[in-house]
């Protein structure tokens, strides 16, 4: 079991940033982690991955304003959010997930409110 805890959301004008966290309970050495983010109405959606080699892939809801990065040795993965648009305000998770013998282990936090409004 991971439990994972995000923080640093809040409330940020138009053109601003946010850098939010997320604390893992235990190891994330081996895990994947990630960024997903769920607007009212919308589905959840992801924003960004990590691997444990470092490895990043964004979609077009990250890409360009974000940069994920993760320290294995604290346990955390950092979303930093830059030129923040009205339209990026949602909830946004932590996830954590990995396959071994086959199965998958999938881990979610509780969520962190992002507003951006003027």
């Known amino acids: 079991q991971v439990q994972l805890v995000e923080s640093g959301g809040g409330l940020v004008q138009p053109g601003g940033s946010l850098r939010l966290s997320c604390a893992a309970s235990?190891?994330?050495?081996?895990?994947?982690m990630a960024w997903y983010r769920q607007a009212p109405g919308k589905q959840r959606e992801l924003v960004a991955t990590i691997t444990s080699g470092g490895s990043t892939t964004y979609t077009d809801s990250g890409t360009e304003r974000f940069i994920i990065s993760r320290d294995n040795a604290k346990n955390t993965v950092v979303l930093q959010m830059n030129s923040l648009k009205p339209e990026d305000t949602a909830v946004y998770y932590c996830?954590?997930?990995?396959?071994?013998?086959?199965?998958?282990?999938?881990?979610w936090g509780q969520g962190t409110q992002v507003t951006v409004s003027s």
């Open positions: 235990t190891s994330i050495f081996f895990y994947t």
């Open positions: 996830n954590a997930w990995n396959t071994l013998f086959g199965r998958l282990n999938d881990y």
